[in-house]
């Protein structure tokens, strides 16, 4: 316990910021992929999988290459003042966002929220990186990824109870995000010295970045771990971008309503669109859960190792937990799965930032945090693909129903919204919706795209062994 008094208020400020930020921002998110594609009977907008693919993807994308460039603003203009714009952009996209339903005007919005969420992403790693040493470095990043996740678990859980209308799940994540306001007159920048206080005029500061870009780019072995990094993130993100909506269309969730429904009726009441059904993001946000409860002991476990060796491990364990949570329909299954994966997550993710952060000259850690993003951006276009183009062939329930109609010749009236649909295909064909899932399910194999997203994490996990051993061998 001796190690958290060494840790100075900034940094516990800087970590309540984030846990509220992250909380405002995974209400929404891990709800995300099902408002897009969710049938408008219950207030989804009925894109596409390779609809949501794109916006997910692209969106978020753009939202973790920005801070390459912010990253060096706040260093050169103040942390406090970018944070306190990111805040303003942060409540007016929330609020605006669910007020467009065309693809175009939810993009347009996604990519105004992501500014947003891009200005405050590299301000506050850095803080973490500036007010802890090499002693503390990653027991700091430990708890600066578990308060990451206590915001991520708490997100949902409390925007899921409003789930019945889509607009207050976007207005409860506006309120949280207010509440950094309060806090932001606590919060003292780090290690700011008076020449990165100095103002330069903002063409000088652009300039800058760019040629610390150049700088950067011409350093290979960090331009390939950065690469290797993106497929991590690429089967990662489906935690987000296709789990719910897997879980949604696949997953028998009856025997965990049925537990809740005889120990803790609240989370069954509560968490729950339907007699006998759990809420998808519910599901898959145990993860957060998980953390929560393990990372302080999973960091301590992994403080010793080096940041590369912890990857390795990390990204092999969470390659294996997120490719078994597409393979069965059991949610006790699926929620072993995700474990296994979120154990991996714990060891491994952390790492990615106190492995930059400790490389980082010391006057350019929100800079470096910035280029931290850049697999994170690469990532999100691959998981984009996945969950749209891929997800949508290989595994989409709705695709799938549409398959199965065409090679039965069944005739089904247009106009109708997916549930609705659905359950006119499983009439025809007398069936219930559930037998006609488990017939989708048997006939169409949805879940072989489990190999995919395990190939491209072993694939990460050989590349990085790699690097460590030939390219990196004098760290």
Not at 21 to 40: D, I, K, P, Q
Not at 183 to 209: A, C, D, V
Not at 210 to 216: A, H, Q, Y
Not at 340 to 365: Q, T, V
């Amino acid at each position: 316990m001796n190690v958290f008094s060494k840790f100075p208020r900034t940094f516990w400020v800087a970590n309540t910021i984030e846990l509220f930020e992250r909380w405002a921002w995974y209400g929404f998110f891990m709800l995300f992929a099902n408002y897009l594609t969710g049938s408008s009977d219950l207030g989804g907008l009925e894109f596409s999988q390779s609809q949501k693919g794109m916006l997910m993807g692209v969106g978020t994308a753009i939202l973790y290459f920005l801070p390459v460039l912010t990253g060096a603003i706040a260093d050169r203009y103040g942390y406090k003042k970018v944070l306190f714009l990111s805040f303003i952009i942060y409540v007016s996209a929330f609020i605006l966002l669910p007020m467009f339903s065309t693809f175009t005007g939810v993009f347009l919005m996604y990519l105004y929220l992501a500014v947003g969420a891009a200005l405050f992403k590299p301000i506050i790693q850095a803080t973490v990186a500036k007010t802890t040493t090499d002693e503390t470095s990653s027991i700091g990043f430990g708890i600066f990824y578990m308060m990451v996740n206590v915001g991520a678990f708490f997100g949902p859980m409390v925007t899921l109870l409003f789930k019945g209308s889509s607009h207050l799940i976007f207005y409860v994540s506006a309120g949280i995000i207010m509440l950094n306001f309060l806090l932001l007159p606590f919060y003292k920048e780090p290690g700011r010295n008076e020449t990165e206080k100095q103002k330069s005029p903002i063409l000088q500061t652009f300039s800058e970045i760019f040629r610390n870009m150049g700088t950067i780019l011409k350093d290979g072995k960090f331009i390939i771990f950065l690469c290797i990094v993106a497929g991590f993130w690429a089967m990662y993100h489906q935690l987000f971008f296709t789990l719910p909506v897997f879980v949604s269309q696949w997953v028998d969730t009856s025997a965990l309503y049925t537990f809740f429904q005889t120990y803790i009726p609240f989370i069954s009441d509560n968490y729950s669109p339907a007699p006998g059904v759990m809420d998808a993001e519910f599901v898959t946000n145990m993860d957060a859960f998980y953390i929560i409860l393990f990372q302080v002991l999973v960091s301590s476990l992994v403080m010793k190792l080096k940041p590369l060796h912890s990857m390795i491990t990390g990204f092999l364990v969470c390659s294996i937990g997120m490719a078994l949570t597409f393979m069965s329909q059991n949610v006790l299954f699926t929620l072993v799965a995700i474990l296994i994966f979120g154990l991996g997550e714990m060891a491994g993710s952390p790492k990615i930032s106190e492995y930059i952060g400790r490389i980082a000259p010391a006057d350019k850690k929100a800079l470096y945090m910035g280029y931290s993003f850049i697999p994170v951006f690469l990532g999100n276009l691959l998981a984009g693909i996945i969950s749209g183009v891929v997800y949508q062939k290989m595994s989409d329930k709705v695709e799938l129903s549409h398959r199965f109609v065409t090679e039965k010749g069944l005739q089904i009236q247009e106009g109708l919204s997916t549930n609705a649909y659905f359950e006119e295909v499983a009439r025809q064909v007398n069936l219930s919706p559930h037998e006609l899932t488990n017939l989708l399910w048997e006939t169409y194999n949805p879940s072989h795209i489990w190999m995919v997203l395990l190939a491209i994490g072993l694939i990460a996990v050989v590349c990085l062994f790699i690097y460590d051993r030939i390219i990196n061998k004098e760290q």
